[in-house]
């Protein structure tokens, strides 16, 4: 019997869509990860299953769609603020035991599995408690003091403990789940790097995707020096999309370009997110998909790929035959994000169904429609001139709430109507365009910044 193939997923913490070079990033420096995609396949619809860490990662960790864990938002939550319309639902803390996660399903199938890095879908079980044989999880969001052996947020650390797990376990099939903080905020780099990218949008961040690809391109080596190369299949993902707005004390982060708005929101730059698959001779190489997938669909999708029985009554689903070259699940998508965020995105509902997009905002009556093969920006709302395609996806996705138990918003009786209107309707920051913006609106999104934090901003990492 063959053995079934190892695998080294990795997962960022907030890169954007268009954060590296093969995805049309030209002043970011990513040449490993550019080589990644030229012998894999990318994808340009690759989604998150919510537009915020925890939500995302606890639903890419259980096949469960967020809405039906009841876990949202990202843990421990934002509190309530005058500012809202509507109260948060209360989340669960943590993925209980009685919900199977990605490590024991793995370990089902005969592997060993290795989290190196961020988990954050709560501390009590944690990641030991849910299955994972090997454990190195330091304080989430670690940053580092940039050195010659180091980076701002421990990427040679983590990938030093990956490729000592992948080296300890060489003989038996692995999991190893490598979960970077890179490039979450607060963030920084080595200044020689800084220096060398002085003429990015920002270079700092510019910097910290130079360290993050260096860390892979570590990574893949070790790969290639232990043979092992052939028989591995590599993920290279985010959790959700960049940074839209600024936010402590960077005055800029990225920008989700040509994307509406980043993480927090809804709209797609918040929840598509880069995806590179290799798998040398079974994933067909230098590939360009805009199949929608969802990051639901690891568990069954790569369960699959190893030759083990795909589970039942998850809300994900395999697209493994897509991988290999034939045709990927055609479905829609759903997303229910009940909470405001410090990005200023707002409660709110989406459904794709193939071009179309239907968001629904929680805190007025309110939607919006999008053809996203005409308006990749989401800059025209066709609602009005569609109410047929609006009446049937807003029913689709209501009859997928209920059917799914979501928690629903409740009117916030302590809700302040000029602080809702000076954050969320006088300045619209989801059509803040940080590319092409002049010194008066970046201006402008600082003055809303510091409005954003004088009333809620609790200090919180998310």
């Not at 829609?332 to 193939?354: E, I, K, V």
Request: aromatic share 10%; hydrophobic share 35%; proline share 7%.
């Amino acid at each position: 019997m063959n053995r079934p193939p190892n695998i080294v997923f990795i997962i960022c913490d907030d890169l954007g869509i268009n954060d590296l070079g093969c995805y049309g990033r030209a002043e970011h420096h990513t040449p490993h990860l550019d080589a990644l995609a030229r012998q894999g396949t990318r994808f340009t619809s690759a989604y998150a299953s919510q537009a915020i860490c925890s939500a995302s990662r606890a639903g890419l960790l259980t096949g469960l769609n967020p809405a039906r864990l009841h876990l949202t938002t990202y843990l421990p939550g934002r509190p309530d603020a005058p500012s809202q319309r509507v109260l948060h639902p209360e989340i669960m803390m943590h993925v209980p035991l009685s919900i199977k996660t990605w490590p024991r399903y793995f370990q089902d199938a005969g592997y060993v599995t290795g989290l190196i890095g961020k988990w954050h879908i709560g501390s009590s079980p944690g990641p030991a408690e849910h299955g994972f044989d090997y454990v190195y999880h330091p304080a989430e969001g670690k940053e580092t003091t940039p050195s010659d052996t180091e980076g701002g947020k421990a990427e040679y650390e983590l990938t030093r403990e990956t490729i000592r797990f992948i080296e300890e376990n060489r003989d038996k099939p692995f999991v190893a789940y490598l979960g970077h903080y890179t490039p979450h905020i607060p963030y920084t780099a080595r200044q020689r790097l800084i220096d060398k990218n002085q003429d990015a949008f920002e270079p700092v961040y510019a910097a910290l995707m130079e360290t993050l690809d260096d860390t892979v391109g570590m990574l893949l080596a070790k790969l290639d020096e232990l043979d092992m190369t052939d028989n591995t299949i590599v993920v290279f993902t985010s959790d959700n999309g960049g940074l839209h707005v600024p936010e402590l004390q960077h005055k800029r982060v990225t920008h989700n370009t040509p994307y509406r708005a980043g993480k927090g929101y809804v709209y797609e730059g918040g929840q598509r997110v880069p995806l590179i698959v290799r798998w040398p001779g079974q994933v067909p190489a230098g590939r360009t998909t805009d199949a929608p997938v969802n990051n639901i669909d690891w568990i069954p999708t790569l369960l699959e790929l190893a030759g083990t029985r795909v589970p039942t009554g998850l809300d994900g689903v395999s697209f493994a035959q897509g991988l290999r070259g034939g045709d990927f699940p055609n479905r829609p998508l759903y997303w229910h994000f009940p909470h405001y965020t410090n990005q200023g995105g707002r409660p709110s509902g989406a459904m794709r169904d193939g071009d179309w997009l239907l968001v629904e905002l929680y805190d007025e009556e309110r939607i919006e429609l999008y053809n996203l093969a005409e308006d990749t920006g989401e800059a025209h709302d066709l609602a009005a001139d569609h109410p047929k395609q609006v009446s049937a996806m807003q029913a689709d996705l209501d009859a997928w709430r209920r059917a799914t138990g979501v928690q629903y918003n409740s009117t916030n009786p302590n809700c302040d109507e000029n602080l809702f209107h000076a954050l969320y309707v006088d300045f619209d920051p989801s059509t803040f365009d940080p590319v092409t913006a002049d010194g008066d609106e970046w201006a402008r999104v600082q003055e809303w910044r510091k409005g954003m934090d004088d009333v809620c901003y609790k200090g919180r990492r998310w």
